[in-house]
């Protein structure tokens, strides 16, 4: 049995040829960054255009790797929702003609079940049930995840997600975009301390919810001053900006760290499961280590290339399948974000 998986959610095209055991047969994953780095963000018109042209040599490639021609694949799935709306009726739209000319059946996949999936392909099935946690680019998401596909949002963010905190602040420090990765690399030389960023919401026990604006405010007034716009005009020294960076790591840390426990003692699920590509941050994943032991929670943190964007989650398609859990062809794509409510 193999299954196509395809992931065109945001700006990351990518595939995988995954087989009943699991096992990863092929998978590719192009990236966009160089295509949005001059915007300091995705830009959705160009990341759809984007996926448009590498749909089809990604799913090549991908099946070249795995040693297997279209005519071998069992089923195709693909990710639908949540996600930029044109990127995503670009996957939707390769899997659905996949599905009829091969006569093969399709798998609707959720973009943030399959982040967690990610832990699932990591480490086994022992990772369900967990308290979820989804730290990327479009969402900062707590789930009680009972099993792969059976999710209950605990909490999320108010405002912005963690991954587009580290993105604005690293644009605001004359960083490119990712942002996370050039934050993460110049805090090393920081002092976490240096500024006393805010926890928005942490002291709150009663809820699970997330908010960073605020942080993104507090760093931009240490920048160029309460009011002020302009950063052109902001010259910080290697130090400043390093220390920014550390210290606005560890705010957003902090809330990611604090939350997460506190959905596992919520609940009393004393598994937790992280994803998103945020979950590759070091600092992240070091406090979540310390905080887990403290607290006896068995901890799985997706490897760092299954953390941002790829296919190889999309291995969460198998579980929807075993079930006979088909998308019909007139499925369509669901656009958005998940907030708190
Ligand atoms: O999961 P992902 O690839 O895409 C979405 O589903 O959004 O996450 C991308 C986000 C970006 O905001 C990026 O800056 C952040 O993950 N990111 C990181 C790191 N690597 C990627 N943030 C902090 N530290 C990192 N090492
Ligand atoms: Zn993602």
């Known amino acids: 049995m193999k299954i196509l998986t395809i992931e065109s959610s945001c700006d990351e095209t990518a595939a995988a040829v995954i087989d009943e055991k699991r096992q990863v047969l092929g998978s590719v994953v192009a990236s966009q960054d160089a295509l949005h780095e001059q915007f300091g963000g995705v830009v959705p018109e160009i990341a759809s255009r984007a996926h448009l042209e590498r749909m089809l040599p990604v799913i090549s490639s991908t099946l070249e790797k795995a040693g297997i021609t279209l005519e071998d694949l069992d089923a195709v799935a693909v990710v639908n929702t949540p996600g930029l709306a044109g990127s995503l009726l670009v996957g939707l739209c390769a899997a659905k003609a996949l599905a009829v000319a091969l006569d093969i059946p399709l798998v609707a996949i959720n973009h943030l079940q399959a982040h967690i999936y990610a832990c699932r392909m990591a480490f086994g099935p022992e990772v369900f049930p967990c308290v979820g946690l989804i730290a990327s680019g479009g969402h900062s998401n707590l789930y009680r995840c009972n099993g792969p596909s059976d999710f209950t949002l605990l909490g999320a963010t108010l405002d912005d997600a963690a ?93 990611l760290v604090g939350k997460s426990i506190l959905a596992t003692e919520k609940t009393g699920i004393k598994t937790l499961c992280v994803g998103g590509g945020v979950a590759a941050n070091g600092r992240l994943r070091e406090k979540l280590a310390d905080a887990a032991e403290k607290n006896g929670v068995k901890l799985y943190i997706a490897p760092n290339e299954l953390c941002t964007d790829n296919a190889v989650m999309g291995a969460i398609a198998l579980e929807r399948l075993e079930a006979g859990l088909l998308a019909p062809l007139e499925i369509d794509i669901t656009a958005g974000r998940i907030l708190a409510g």
């Open 163 to 255: 991954g587009e905190a580290f993105d604005k602040i690293a644009a605001m420090l004359g960083l490119p975009y990712p942002g996370g990765p050039q934050i993460s690399r110049i805090a090393q030389q920081g002092d976490p301390k240096a500024y006393p960023f805010p926890r928005a919401m942490l002291r709150d026990k009663e809820h699970l919810n997330f908010s960073f604006s605020g942080l993104k405010t507090a760093v931009r007034y240490e920048i160029v001053g309460p009011g002020k716009a302009d950063f052109s005009k902001a010259e910080l020294s290697e130090e400043v900006k390093a220390n920014i960076a550390a210290a606005a790591q560890d705010a957003i840390v902090d809330c």
